[in-house]
Every structure is written in C-alpha cells, then in structure tokens.
C-alpha cells in the first residue's frame, strides 16, 4: 500500500514538474508572451508619442499638459524597456534590446531639449531609426515565443503564432495614431518636404488597411467587435476630411487630441487581442 501511494506521488510530482517546465517554457521571463508582444509593441507608439508632442511644443510652447504628457512617455518607454531587457532570454532579443537603449540616449538628449526648429528637423530625421528598431525588438520577441512554443498539436502553434501577428497589428495601430500626427507637425510649411507628404499619406493608407484587415480578424470577440466599431466610426470621420489633414486643416491641438483618442481606442483592443485563449 505504502509502494503504491510513493508511486502515485511520484507520478503525481513527476506531473507536477513537466507542467511548470511548460508553462515557463511558454513565458518570455516573467511575462507571458501575448504580453511581451503587446509591451514592445507599445514602445514603437512611445517613440512616436514623443515625436509628436515635440513637434507640438514647437509651436505651443506653454502647454503645461504636453509637457507633463512628454515627461510621463518617456519614463514609460525607458521602464518598459529595461523590463523587456531583463526578460529576454534569446541573444537576438537581447541585442536588439541594447540597440534601442543605445539610440535612445541620442534620442532623448533631443526630447528633453527646449524645443527649437533646429532640433524639430532631428526629430523628423530620426524618429523612424527608433521606431525601427522598436519593431526589430518586437520581431524577435515573437521569434522567441516561436522558438519556446512547446505544443506537439500543429494548429494550436498555427493559431498561437497568428494570435501574435494580430496582437503585433492591433498594437501597430496605437503606433500610426501617433505617427500621423507627428508627421502632420512635420507638414507645417517651416518642416515640411516631399518624404514628409509621403510618408504622413502612406501613414494615412496603412492604418487604413490594418484597420479592415482587424474587422476581418477571427479572434474577435463581442468586446473586440464592439471597440472596433468605436474605432471605426472615428477613422471614417477623419477619412471623410481627409483633405483637412493634408492641408493642414485641423488646428494643433484638435489633431494632438484625435491621436490620443484613436490610439486610446486601439490600445484597449490590443489589450483584448492580448486576453484571447487558443482552445
């Protein structure tokens, strides 16, 4: 009798112990991977964030709330970036966290630098250095969850691995948000050039089409469906003006405030994206 409980509890520890090697097997550190996903992603709308609210106080220098806003972004991004760091466990994530960190001590020099037309063209120079090697970052974290994936059932690693690519879309959005209201600063007639016309219209054409593509999306939910139709509503009115934005039509701080709204919205949806469960 006493064999059979020692056996049973064995077996029973022996289960025990290959459950938790899975289960950590599937987190990235500390974090699950949906999470590490959504958090890097984020980083990527933080670099643009600043940029904007930059661009901004160049011409609103006396916006108290912009600068606490340009403050509190940039403690976010540098916690959430020495969090990703600590957890990463591959040597591409780790490298390519260390290449953000290295741009950003030349980038934030810039944000935290009294606003002036000379530094505005930097920040129009090199705001896209940052973000891409933001996105380089959120590549590999999903190369990494890849990589620990510990299921032998093809569609669940299938469906996990597109899970992702919706939480990387949904989260890019919060990114577009802000970038197109960086590059409708950059479009002011002291800022603006060709590549600044190009890229605030190919901005405009992207989060466009991500948007529909995320309609699409199978891994909606009642609660997704519904902030997606919030959202939508929103875009359609910008899309319905959408000469007001090419033409300098909003004031600053109407823009300013559209972002934050759409990226608001689209956060909340990723963070939806992030709590779906592959059955």
């Known amino acids: 009798m006493r064999k059979d409980l020692k056996k049973m509890a064995l077996i029973c520890l022996l289960f025990f112990v290959i459950q938790l090697a899975y289960s950590q097997e599937k987190k990235y550190g500390s974090l699950s991977f949906n999470k590490a996903v959504n958090i890097s992603g984020k980083q990527r709308m933080l670099t643009q964030r600043m940029g904007k609210i930059y661009l901004y106080l160049l011409s609103n220098p006396n916006d108290l709330k912009a600068k606490k806003d340009l403050r509190i972004t940039k403690i976010i991004f540098e916690k959430q970036l020495s969090i990703l760091e600590r957890n990463a466990s591959l040597l591409i994530t780790k490298n390519r966290a260390k290449t953000v960190e290295d741009t950003w001590e030349k980038y934030k020099k810039i944000i935290e630098s009294t606003p002036t037309l000379k530094n505005a063209e930097k920040i129009v120079n090199t705001n896209s250095t940052i973000l891409k090697q933001a996105n380089s970052l959120v590549n590999a974290i999903i190369l990494e969850s890849k990589e620990s994936t510990g299921s032998s059932d093809d569609y669940v690693t299938e469906e996990d691995s597109e899970l992702k690519k919706t939480i990387n879309k949904s989260g890019r959005q919060r990114m577009l948000s802000q970038r197109l209201a960086l590059y409708y600063f950059a479009n ?92």
């Open 188 to 279: 002011k007639p002291e800022l603006k050039n060709q590549k600044t016309e190009n890229v605030l219209r190919q901005v405009y054409i992207e989060l466009d089409d991500a948007l529909n593509d995320l309609l699409l999306s199978s891994f909606n939910n009642d609660r997704i469906d519904s902030a997606l139709g919030d959202v939508t509503m929103m875009w359609e009115t910008v899309k319905e003006n959408s000469e007001k934005l090419f033409k300098q039509g909003y004031n600053d701080d109407e823009i300013y405030k559209l972002s934050n709204s759409l990226t608001k919205i689209f956060n909340k949806i990723t963070n939806l994206y992030e709590k779906v469960k592959i059955e």
